[in-house]
């Protein structure tokens, strides 16, 4: 845990940039205290390659006011190394601003999140595709011009006759826009299982290294990511475009 920190902050204070004025933040969809306006519509297609899995994703969220946005998102994963085929629970959940800038004092963003999965691939690996997961979480911060400070802490319940667990997960993040077009993040996640898969012995405790790089086209945005886990001495690369209608 201690080298996971370390390494997590040096990487963070080499990545930080000098601050410039950048767009608007209402576009800016991959910062991670983004919730989009009533009636605008985030689109999210996504790819990802880790532990020999492919997995291709997408999910649609949709503001019904200025503070509350729903949302669905779905996955399908192909395993290289095995039979751990399948599409992924139906995510449908929701974003629920609590208080926005010029509410508090600090100007603290605070949002509630919950959501609920269903269905999904027996074969497949929970937590992501377990038959039905509940989840609930908090995610607060701040936004500058040029950066925006944030974390999340989120309670998972997954209910499988065979593979159920909980776990929470322990996620702050540092994102620098560094010019009007292009952005930074970084962050790590901390994640604490009940206990370990009981089919594979795979451990759920992870721990993540985050870094991100945002290239921003009007509302339009393409993310590239690579992530690293420090259980598994494993790397996780990515692809991202975000659409905003």
Do not use: C
């Not at 929970?126 to 802490?153: C, E, K, N």
């Not at 206990?195 to 590239?224: A, F, N, S």
């Amino acid at each position: 845990m201690r080298k996971f920190l370390s390494v997590g902050l040096v990487s963070l204070v080499m990545a930080t940039p000098s601050v410039v004025r950048a767009n608007d933040l209402s576009l800016d969809s991959a910062d991670p205290l983004f919730l989009q306006g009533a009636e605008q519509i985030l689109t999210q297609t996504s790819v990802t390659y880790w532990d020999h899995i492919l997995r291709a994703g997408q999910s649609v969220s949709y503001g019904l006011n200025n503070r509350l946005a729903i949302g669905a998102n779905v996955h399908y994963q192909h395993d290289f190394n095995g039979n751990e085929d399948g599409f992924s629970a139906i995510d449908l959940g929701a974003t629920y601003r609590m208080s926005a800038p010029g509410q508090t004092e600090s100007d603290v963003i605070s949002d509630v999140l919950f959501g609920f999965k269903f269905g999904g691939g027996s074969k497949v690996r929970t937590p992501d595709y377990a038959d039905s997961t509940y989840y609930l979480g908090v995610r607060f911060g701040r936004q500058w011009l040029g950066m925006t400070l944030a974390a999340t802490i989120k309670s998972t319940w997954v209910f499988d006759d065979t593979r159920g667990t909980a776990f929470i997960d322990f996620s702050p993040e540092a994102y620098f826009r560094i010019s009007p077009d292009f952005r930074l993040g970084g962050g790590f996640t901390i994640r604490k299982a009940t206990h370990k898969d009981p089919i594979t012995h795979k451990d759920y405790d992870q721990e993540w290294l985050h870094m991100k790089l945002v290239r921003q086209y009007g509302r339009t945005q393409y993310i590239g990511h690579v992530d690293y886990e420090f259980e598994s001495d494993d790397a996780q690369v990515g692809a991202r475009v975000n659409i905003l209608f």
